[in-house]
């Protein structure tokens, strides 16, 4: 999946005061992938990860992200945390 638009993620995350490590933990992934997506050094994640990111962020799904195929997407769950 591919991000919409960096800044409209890390916007609705400072509306709903959600820190990048908290996201991380409810979307299954490290602090650092989040900041990767809110900064726009990476632009894609697996459908997984983008469906927990609009989930804890309290928006329609499809909101932040669309299809995107990219070789980044196998690459994005690498990075787990136990919940």
């Known amino acids: 999946?591919?991000?919409?638009?960096?800044?409209?993620?890390?916007?609705?995350?400072?509306?709903?005061?959600?820190?990048?490590?908290?996201?991380?933990?409810?979307?299954?992934?490290?602090?650092?992938f989040i900041h990767q997506l809110t900064s726009?050094?990476?632009?894609?994640?697996?459908?997984?990860?983008?469906?927990?990111?609009e989930e804890a962020l309290g928006v329609l799904e499809g909101t932040l992200f669309m299809p995107g195929d990219s070789s980044e997407t196998r690459m994005d769950s690498t990075v787990r945390r136990a919940a």
Not at 6 to 19: F, G, V
């Open 40 to 53: 726009g050094a990476k632009n894609t994640c697996t459908p997984a990860v983008a469906k927990r990111i």
């Open 1 to 32: 999946m591919r991000v919409r638009d960096h800044e409209l993620l890390a916007r609705y995350m400072a509306d709903r005061d959600m820190s990048q490590a908290r996201l991380g933990r409810y979307a299954e992934c490290s602090r650092q």
